[in-house]
């Protein structure tokens, strides 16, 4: 198979757990463009997160994409917008009633700026510390929302957001996607949205089959991507349902896993 197209995921995939991208990583992908071969950015986070991240991979010199909220906005080497997915404005006060009554901090995305309720905990200042956005709190996040979003974002103890994962699918499975993104993290998101979807618009946008794209991955929001890929590569760190999922599992991140599968690959 002649792979046309990459797609990775970024934190613990293309970063290093310490959150840096290796040098022999990045220069993979910059050796697999200069082959022709197109490289995707795919992430939970919001596009200003995605973005300098692309930037870093020449994405926009070579034609590439970027996704962010897990596929609800995918982006091409223009900046310009080709998919979008909203969460309809009638499951706010569903979800959030679910929420209410756990310790876990509820988020939103507008433009640069993220907004949470007030139950502040360990884990709610992660999303703005990694992405470097200011996160503001407010007091009733249902009322205050009056434009559309992407995505609910929760954290909290990982051990509570595996009950209100539990909760929510009882309640919502059937309505809109849920699911973890990492173990304090807990995501929903328009039914239907998700990394894998995502990459399919990309591959249309391109002109290419998605039987010719290659994905990377580590958590349980990029198995939609590794199961719609051609070929789905799960990181040696990855959830042990993600390898499952994947095609082959290759080095973990802070062992230029993605570098080492595409020389397997015969890509590099």
């Known amino acids: 198979m002649k792979y046309k197209l990459i797609a990775t995921d970024i934190d613990d995939t293309l970063l290093r757990r310490d959150k840096t991208l290796s040098p022999v990583t990045k220069a993979a992908l910059l050796q697999a463009q200069e082959n022709g071969v197109i490289v995707a950015v795919a992430s939970g986070r919001l596009p200003y997160g995605v973005r300098p991240y692309a930037r870093a991979l020449e994405v926009f ?3 590439g994409y970027y996704m962010g909220f ?15 997915a909203y969460l309809d404005s009638r499951y706010i ?12 901090t509820t988020m939103v995305h507008k433009g640069s700026t993220i907004y ?8 709610t200042h992660i999303e703005s510390d990694v992405i470097g956005l200011p996160l503001n709190v407010v007091d009733d996040l249902p009322s205050f929302i009056d434009w559309q979003i992407h995505k609910f974002l929760i954290s909290g103890d990982p051990d509570e957001l595996k009950e209100l994962e539990r909760q929510l699918l009882d309640k919502l499975g059937d309505e ?7 173990p304090w993290f807990l995501e929903v998101m328009p039914k239907g949205a998700n990394k894998g979807t995502g990459l399919q618009k990309i ?5 290419i089959d998605i039987v010719e794209a290659i994905a990377f991955g580590d958590s ?6 590794l199961k719609a890929a051609g070929m789905g590569v799960a990181m040696g760190n990855a959830e042990e349902a993600v390898k499952a999922a994947a095609n082959t599992v290759t080095a973990d991140c802070d062992h230029d896993g993605i570098a080492v599968a595409l020389k397997e690959l015969g890509i590099i």
């Open 176 to 182: 809109v996607d849920i699911y973890l993104s990492a």
């Open 220 to 225: 349980f929001n990029d198995i939609f991507m």
């Open 116 to 123: 949470a309720d007030h139950k502040v905990n360990d884990y």
């Open 70 to 84: 897990n596929g609800g906005a995918v982006m091409n080497s223009r900046d310009e917008l080709i998919g979008s």
């Open 93 to 104: 006060k569903p979800v959030y009633d679910i929420l209410r009554p756990s310790n876990a």
């Open 203 to 207: 591959c249309d946008d391109a002109g």
């Open 61 to 63: 010199d070579h034609g």
